[in-house]
């Protein structure tokens, strides 16, 4: 039992901050007639005892006591939280439709296919939708899996407009090195053979790995972040190709945007010490002077 317990202590040192965000996560208001059949349906209810339902305390199971209208962690309440998630996984499973269609890879590949012998503006253009088209060779539950699990943490631990953001700049550091790395040639340290133009890149895997990187460096989830990190060298190793270059540049962002984070954190740490050095000098003991 010791090894178990030991297990358990360190995934809550690990996940521990990052599943009480989720937890805590804001649900959007519903009406009030919904509200209530939804806290009917999701609360449990005897005899002389408060309304309350089971959750997780960390790992370990534990009573709660219902609050009208707060969310009591349901799958139903809980997706409620990630409507961009729940549009980019949508987004993803229309296109991967619509590609495999005779009428509608054309336009697909016109609109979110992008190449490294593209001109740039044509990149650029196409690199946002790009973001939502699966892979041709890969298996597109792998896609909306990830989105799901990793777009969802991240819509609700860093909002959506941040989570879009981080994954927007990785998926677009990855194909700027497509093409410096085809430009410098093989030779180079980090350069790409003249084939890698032509291949397709497309796909959420840059953007997904960039978003979990940052979100283990967010709450402190440092094995996590080694571990995904660890995991795309192995790649590299293993597989040279393309795809794991891109993930190792949009780890490279995804660090770049941590040591940002970090120093304006310390920044706004050191200006609020500051504002309470102030304040706590212009008051003291002595009773005000009058002239």
């Known amino acids: 039992m010791r090894p178990v317990r030991a297990l ?10 990052l599943w009480a965000t ?13 509200r209530a059949g939804a806290a009917s349906g999701a609360c449990s209810r005897r005899a002389g005892q408060k309304p309350s339902y089971w959750t997780y305390s960390g790992l370990r199971p534990a009573r709660r006591e219902c609050v009208p209208g707060a969310a009591t962690g349901r799958t139903p309440e809980r997706l409620r939280a990630v409507p961009m998630t ?44 790009s973001l939502f088209v699966p892979a041709p060779d890969l298996p597109v539950w792998g896609a909306l899996a990830q989105l ?16 879009l953001l981080i994954a927007y700049v990785a998926t677009l550091a990855g ?8 430009a410098a040639g093989p030779a180079g340290l980090f350069g790409l053979p003249a084939s890698d133009a032509l291949e397709v890149d497309t796909g959420p895997s840059a953007a997904v790995v960039a978003l979990a990187v940052y979100l283990a460096y967010v709450h402190r989830a440092w094995f996590t972040g080694a571990l995904v990190i660890g995991a795309m060298a ?30 304006h954190d310390r920044r706004r740490l050191l200006r609020r010490r500051q504002d309470l050095d102030v304040g706590a000098g212009t008051r003291s003991g002595a009773p005000p002077i009058r002239s």
């Open 148 to 163: 799901l699990l990793v777009f969802g943490v991240a819509e609700i631990s860093l909002g959506r407009w941040r989570t």
């Open 234 to 263: 192995a790649e590299i190793a293993v597989k040279d190709n393309l795809a794991g270059k891109e993930h190792l540049a949009a780890i490279a962002t995804a660090l770049v945007l941590c040591a940002v984070s970090a120093r």
């Open 8 to 17: 358990g202590r360190a995934a809550r040192r690990e996940w521990g901050p």
């Open 22 to 34: 989720v937890r805590a996560a804001p649900v959007p208001r519903q009406p009030r007639s919904a």
């Open 175 to 182: 194909t700027l090195y497509a093409r410096i790395g085809v």
């Open 86 to 129: 729940l549009a980019a996984v949508g987004l993803t499973a229309l296109l991967q439709v619509v590609q495999n269609r005779s009428w509608g890879f054309g336009p697909v590949q016109t609109l979110g296919a992008v190449r490294a012998e593209d001109p740039l503006w044509a990149a650029l253009l196409r690199t946002p939708l």
